[in-house]
Every structure is written in C-alpha cells, then in structure tokens.
C-alpha cells in the first residue's frame, strides 16, 4: 500500500496558488521512480475550479474571473497579478523550471468546472487546444506532449460533451495522449474531489495511461558553465556568452563578466524566455585569497572537501604525459575540461553520462608550458585542480 504524503503547511511547498496537499501526484511519482528508476518531480500549477475559457483567457494575457473570483484573490496579491492567470502559473513553470529539470509532458487533469458551465464538446476542444498550442509557443517546442484526461465529474453530474470535447481533442491533435478517465473513481469528499484512497487509484490510472503512449522527452539542458578570469582584475567570474539575459546570485551586474568577492553562480535566459543555472563556483583554495599551491600541489573550487579525488599527475608534467584521474560515487553527468590560466577551455576530455566508478585519463594534447587548470564537473558541482607543463 502507497502512503500519502500528509498535509503539511501550503506554503512552504506549492508551484500554483491551489496546490494544497500532494493529491495523487505523491503516489504516481513513487510508481514512476519505482518502476522506471528514474526520479521524477511535478510541478503542480493548476488553481482549483477553473474552467478552459478561464485557461484560454489567461493564455491571451486576459482578466479572468473564476470562481467567483479573479486570480489575485488566490494568490493575495493585487488586481495586476491577476492577468493572465491560470495559464501564467503554467507558463512560469515552463520557464523557470523546464530547462533546468526537462520535461516528459503536461498533465492536463480538468473539466468539473465546465459541466457546471455547461460547455459544449467543440468549444472545449478550441479553447483547451489554443492553452495548448500557446504552451508550445512559450516553451519553443511544437513537439511538446500533453496528456489529457477524460474528468467531467462535479457533484455527482457528469457531462458527455466535456468528454467529447477531451476525446475530439486527443484525436485530433498527435502530440497530446489520453490520460485517466477518472469519473468512475467513486472515493470522493464530497461528489467532486477525489480522496484517501481513490487519490492511489487516480496515480495508478495515470501511469497506465502514461506508459501506454510515447512521448518526447526533452532532456535538462547542459548548464552553462563558469570560470575565473585569472589574468583579470579582480578574477571576474564569467560564463557563456549569447544569451538574452544574466542575472548573478547576488543581483549585481546583469552581463556575462561580473566581478565578485564570494562565490557565484548565475542565471541565464535564452531567446525564447527560457531560464538556465549554472554551478556554483567557490573561491575557496583559489584566485589567489588563500595561499596558491606550490608546483607540486594543486587546488580546488566547488566542495569544501574534494570528495571525487580529483588529481593530474605527475605535476609538472611533460606535453602528453599527464593523467587525470577521479572517484563518483553514482551515476551522473560528467564533464573534465582542460582550461588556459585565463580561463578558456582548451578541450573537453569527457562529457556524457557515467556510472559511479574509478576513472583515468591521460591527457594527449601537447600542451604548451605553462599553467592549467582540470575541471571536472559532476552535475552541479565543480571541482578544479591546477596543474603544470614543463619543457
């Protein structure tokens, strides 16, 4: 038997103004990461008894009232947070969160709200459809999935043209998929909310559903990386360059360079709106605020302690003589870099997917004398040594 998470204080964990408890969400991520082996996380942006022309009109960048209310009242903000609310809260989480995490799909569970209105098949299908097509638009992918389930249920009432309009829906567009139907789940609180044990039922509907069609997974985008300026003023932390927007951890400086005196790490935003993060970087051990390491040592950003074992030896070396070797204790994306004491990568001497282990390798380009730096960076964590080229 699945345990539900337990109500805890809304605050410290909703995405959406509604997201209260952890519903069926809870289960369906332990069924996922149990059978699956991956971990999975849900961003919960729905805000309760909404209809799909409140959805429309928010994704036109309307005011819209629902429930009796306009979005503000959920949020407790003012009238000018309302605009473009539900779909905004979608839409942010598509943004801020998607790139850094990638995205499997939209779960699209909603319909209640419209057999009260009594909306028509054709008007369901237009309207759900155009939330959709904005979604792609804002995330900058046509391919991106949905799935929507057939919910008509409120107080006992059910609607055959919700349905209808849920079914046209999924018929007539290939990338969105059929979720649960969820009308015959009978453990309801009250005719309307499914609980207790009928939110395990409800995850166990949307898995099935979810297994039993493909869909396009957008893989977390690579993060940008950083690197320290050394032969700089000031050692400037800079990262990639090209996008629209930076904004440091301490608010400062929105451009690629940006001077700092403690650590750093930086968001970035692409051309279609969509948010990056890249590592944090430490000074600790490095840029010269603690005592440099003679030629035989190296030094470290990233970790307090160097848990991964990184070393190149022997130090010096001569070109194409070195090794570098290092530990991961799990699986993970790794990158080690060979960098120029400026800072510019010179060459990448792995980038992919490894699995925990004991790895070793020698560097083979012939590296002119001077100062390097090997940077291995396991997820989201960096980790760098110096190292020297003799003649």
């Known amino acids: 038997m699945v345990k539900l998470i337990p109500q805890i204080e809304p605050s410290l964990f909703r995405v959406g103004p509604s997201g209260f408890n952890s519903l069926c969400w809870a289960p369906l991520g332990k069924e996922i990461a149990d059978n699956l082996q991956v971990p999975t996380a849900f961003f919960n942006t729905a805000i309760g008894g909404t209809s799909v022309l409140n959805w429309e009109e928010g994704a036109k960048g309307l005011l819209t009232q629902f429930a009796g209310n306009y979005g503000c009242f959920h949020y407790g903000t003012s009238m000018a947070d309302a605009v473009g609310q539900p779909y905004l809260t979608l839409k942010n989480a598509l943004k801020f ?16 709200a419209d057999t009260q209105a009594g909306t028509s098949a054709a008007n369901y299908q237009s309207r759900l459809q155009y939330v959709i097509n904005k979604s792609r638009t804002d995330f900058g992918s046509q391919n991106l999935t949905w799935y929507v389930s057939r919910a008509s249920l409120i107080n006992g009432t059910t609607s055959a043209n919700v349905i209808s309009g849920q079914n046209n829906l999924i018929n007539a567009d290939p990338n969105v998929h059929p979720g649960p139907q969820t009308d015959g789940i009978s453990i309801r609180q009250d005719g309307t909310h499914i609980y207790m044990s009928g939110l395990t039922q409800h995850a166990t509907l949307w898995r099935t559903a979810i297994y039993a069609t493909p869909s396009s997974l957008f893989s977390a985008a690579v993060a940008p990386t950083s690197n320290f300026i050394m032969n700089s003023p000031g050692y400037p932390l800079q990262t990639v360059a090209g996008y629209s927007e930076y904004r440091w951890n301490d608010f400062s400086a929105p451009a690629a360079s940006h001077i700092t005196t403690g650590d750093g790490f930086c968001y970035v ?36 302690e160097d848990q991964y074992l990184l070393k190149v030896s022997p130090n010096p070396s001569l070109p194409r003589q070195a090794n570098i070797t290092f530990k991961v204790k799990q699986a993970g994306n790794i990158r080690v870099s060979i960098l120029d004491e400026t800072g510019h990568t010179i060459e990448h001497i792995v980038d992919g997917r490894f699995n925990a282990g004991n790895f070793e390798y020698k ?29």
């Open 97 to 112: 969160y998607a790139k850094i995490f990638g995205i499997k799909a939209v779960l699209w569970h909603q319909g209640e």
């Open 269 to 304: 935003k692409d051309v279609n709106g969509n948010w990056y993060v890249s590592p944090k970087y430490l000074r600790t051990g490095f840029c010269g605020l603690v005592p440099e390491a003679s030629p035989n040592e190296s030094s470290f950003i990233g970790v307090t």
């Open 363 to 391: 560097i083979q380009r012939g590296l002119r004398p001077g100062t390097y730096f090997c940077h291995l960076q396991v997820e989201m964590v960096g980790v760098t040594r110096r190292f020297f080229v003799a003649e």
